[in-house]
């Protein structure tokens, strides 16, 4: 009952913060019988509430020890499904046996349940898939050899990509991998489990890392996630939309450079000096870099900025309206976050967890002292409370179509203006396309 009630909380919460959490092949969880689920970690407690969602079962995780150093923590912990690992790498909890969370495992499992494990261990903001630990494979192995290879388990893997993690309203993917098959190193194991262990360990990270976007060099991440910043573009035709073709791109970048970074460090200097040039442009001219893909005419643009201020002056009101009732509990956990959390991992799951505290306690005050004053109906402060949370989420896509507009109306002067300057601009970043995307 408690599961089922955080999971529709949270749930709520993860949809709020995120624009949009794709699934990618959820045919590939369907399994009557008991799963192991696999899966990157780049972003602490948001990777298992994620997983938490896509599953509609419950499930049941493997965590650090740590979390459980008192009984209070313990009781509501192993209530939620969480199984405690005491790890080589961090001293041991009181409570915590190891021997007893395997056995924990190996009867869920023969229960027909769901196991999560994390291989990474820890977790990082990190698109590069870090060495996996042994003990996933492991618990499935010896759960498979407690019953002959006939306990009818699927492993699976899963790649979380998070386009900006931190970032509100930003983007999640979930790309469901197919079962790994593991029976075949049933009989290695028997005689030599460590050895198995590992075998099985080096399939599972091939098949998460097939899932991923994918970067062997962590030394380059920033300057590709930049360089994606830089050349998508709203305004290029592509078969792929929204999310898909994010993560196209982002999948190509990495590619491209981890490619380039092996066959071709002088191209790779190249990269890095015009990309630092664009980005020194960018800064200065403040143009929008999609809008370096448009193809500039006066009398179209000045048409669209009519419309949109048309727009703006009609839903200015609403604006008002819901910047009132939004802006305490927004800024609050902007600026909280920061200060609770040195780690930029821990931002969203976070922000997530104050929103959901902050906001309802936000509009039950304002309803409470709209009651007060204005002594509202039964079915008015029903339709006042449920427009709190409508107009707050307009209140931010106005806010950031009017900067958007804001932005446009700068690039229409630039291009009467500084032209010069923008075409400039424009052929430095198609060189860096070319840099990244031509052999």
Known sequence: ???????????????????KIQVNHIENLHHDGPRILIANHPNTLMDAWILGQICKEPIHFMTKGTFFSTKLKSVFLRSLGLIPINRATESITKGVDNKSSFESCFQLLEEGKTLVIFPEGNSFPERVLRQLKTGS???ALEAELRHQGELNLKIIPIGLIYLQPEKFRSSVVANIGPPIDHLHYLGDFELDNGRASKKLTKDFKYSIENLLIGSHAVEFEGLADNVVKI???RYIESELKGVEKDVYLFKEVYDRINTILVASPTRMKRIEYVYDKINLQLKQLEVQPDFLDRDYRPMMFYRQMIQSTILIFLGLPLFIYGFIHSILPFKLTDILVPKIVKDIEYYAPVAVLLSLVFYPLNYV????????????????????????PLVGMFAYYYYYYVKHVALKAHFIYMMNNE?????????????????????
């Open 419 to 439: 032209e010069d300057k923008v075409k400039s601009l424009q052929n430095d970043r198609e060189m860096l396309r070319k840099l990244i995307f031509e052999d």
């Open 1 to 19: 009952m408690l599961y089922r009630f955080l999971k529709i909380l949270i749930g709520f919460g993860i949809r709020l913060y995120y624009k």
């Open 231 to 233: 050349l998508s573009s």
């Open 365 to 388: 005050g304002f309803l409470y002292l709209t009651d007060y004053f204005l002594q509202l109906s039964f079915w008015e402060e029903v339709i006042y409370f449920i427009s709190l």
């Open 137 to 139: 494979a492991r618990i």
